[in-house]
C-alpha cells in the first residue's frame, strides 16, 4: 500500500521484560497500510549483560527516532516512563503519543512511586547486587492464552531494576502533540489506577480497547486498526 505523505512514523516501545519481538504481531499489520514501523528492543532486554537505567532507554528512545519523520509515539506499559521523557526531548516532531496500558509518570517521578508495596524487597535485593534483574512475571499474568504462553515465557528477559528506581526528568511539558491513553480493560487496573486517572485529568484522549494487557500479541488486528484510526 502506498504511504500517505501525512502519516507519521510509529515507533513502538515495547514495556518491562519485553522486547521488540512482542510487535511482530501488529507491525506488518501497520506496514501494510502503508506506514513505516519502527520496534527498537530496550537496552539489556536483549540479553546484554550491565547495569541499565531509565535514562539508558530514554537515549535508546531517541537514538530510534533520528532518522524518523513525524513521530507516533506508542509506549506500552512500563515504557510510558521512557516514552514520555523522550517525548519531552523531541517537542515538535512528536506528531502524537500514545500510551498503551501504561503508567504516565510526573516529572520527577520513578515507576516504583506506583508500586510502594515493591520497594523495601527490591531495594535489598540491589544491594545485595546492583546489577540485579527483576524477574519476569508469567505470560499468563499479561493474559497471554495458553497457546501462546510458552512463546511469550521463554523471550522474557530480566528488567534492569535500576530502571525502576531511576526518577523521570521532563524537559518540557507533554502539551505540544496530541496525546492518547488507551486502557486494554481486561487487564487488572490497580497499578495503573493514578495513570488512567491522571490522563482523564489531564485532557488526554481515552478510550479502552477490549482486550488483556499484552494487546500486541493477544489482539494484534484490534491494536493496529486503533493506532491507524488515530
Known sequence: ???????????????????DWCWERVAPL???????????????????????????????????AGNLGSITLVGHSYAGFPACAAASRLGERIDHLVLLDAFLPVDGEKLLDHAPHLIDRYAS????????????????????????????????????AQTYFESIRLQSPLSGCRKTYVRCSQAPGELLARSVSRARNDG????????????MISHPQALADLLLEM
Open 30 to 64: 501497520l506496514a501494510a497500510a502503508g506506514r513505516r514501523v519502527v520496534t527498537p528492543t530496550l537496552s539489556g532486554l536483549d540479553g546484554t549483560p550491565g547495569r541499565f537505567g531509565l535514562s539508558h532507554h530514554v537515549d535508546d528512545i531517541l537514538a530510534h
Open 125 to 160: 535485593a540491589m544491594a545485595a547486587d546492583p546489577d540485579w534483574r527483576i524477574p519476569p512475571l508469567p505470560a499468563a499474568q499479561f493474559g497471554i492464552s495458553p497457546a501462546d504462553q510458552a512463546w511469550v515465557d521463554m523471550r522474557l528477559r530480566g528488567q534492569p
Open 1 to 19: 500500500m502506498t504511504r500517505s505523505p501525512h502519516a507519521s512514523d510509529l515507533l513502538l516501545v515495547h514495556g518491562a521484560w519485553h522486547g
Open 204 to 215: 488526554w484522549n481515552y478510550l479502552e480497547l477490549d482486550a488483556p494487557h499484552d494487546a
